[in-house]
């Protein structure tokens, strides 16, 4: 369910939750994102770490960082808000480890907030949900947010671990590579990697593989791909491990999965979580 869906030219907000769509898949694109949770449970993926979020986090999605929304809760809730690369001033994104336009950044910027803090940033995004001032709104939207976030006093996680890090950008690149292989190339064993790896991001290794593989699959499918030959070439063994891998991430058949994916989508939503 998406509620008070507005589209505002260079800037886009809307409220997510209550079960959204059924295929999720990671993804990155040029705009600078803010996630303001108010309700619930969920998870992001981003670059091999694993971020729990709760009511009251403020999490920013910077260019070009690749994330996947994972593990809902039923009652889970947040504002998405979307700044296009010319709404956004460097200014007023100094002190979020990253700039408009800049390079995937080396750290996650997430915050928990103060409840009232939380409350009334949530009261603002409604507010400017409504408005007729695009771009004024939005900016001070942008502002505000930054503001708390600099005001809260933690990050939500500690910083991935060097060998995590470089192990979820081997698979990402090649998962066709052994677990033996990734742990050779990280210069550890692989018992010691595989414990890294789960305490930093939240899965084992085979699963990032498997989840990876997906993506992959999820990726290059159109309606006139065979999904046999590109399950092979995602690394998938046969059909049925692909359709199993398939069913148990997304909860649902790939024939119903990928056809939900692939339906159009309203003007703006190609930048949602």
Known sequence: MEEQLRYLGPVSIWRHGGGGHVMRRAHHHADLEANLCLAGRAAYLIDG???????????????????????????????????????????????????????????????????????????LCADV???????????????????????????LSAPTHPAVARAARLIRSDPDLSLAEVADR??????????????NAGMTLVEYRTRTRLALVVGA???????????????????????RAFRRLYGTTPATGLRQAVEPQRPGRGVST
Do not use: K, N
């Open 221 to 243: 499918w159109t309606p006139q791909r065979d999904l046999l030959h590109l399950a092979l070439e995602a690394g998938f063994g046969s059909y049925s491990a692909f359709h």
């Open 49 to 123: 770490q694993r971020i729990a979020l709760t009511a009251d986090d403020l999490l920013f999605l910077h260019p070009g960082q690749a994330h996947l929304l994972v593990d809902e809760s039923p009652d889970f809730m947040m504002w998405i808000v979307v700044w296009r690369p010319d709404a956004v001033g460097a200014a007023i994104t100094h002190g979020l480890d990253a700039q408009a336009g800049s390079q995937r950044p080396t750290s996650i910027a997430a915050r928990h907030l103060a409840p009232e803090t939380c409350a009334t940033l949530s009261r």
């Open 186 to 199: 990280c210069a550890l064993s692989p018992d010691r990697l595989g414990r890294l790896f789960r305490r």
């Open 129 to 155: 949900a409504t408005t007729t001032a695009a771009v004024p709104g939005g900016e001070y939207l942008l502002w505000r947010l930054r503001e708390a976030f600099l005001a809260a006093a933690e990050p």
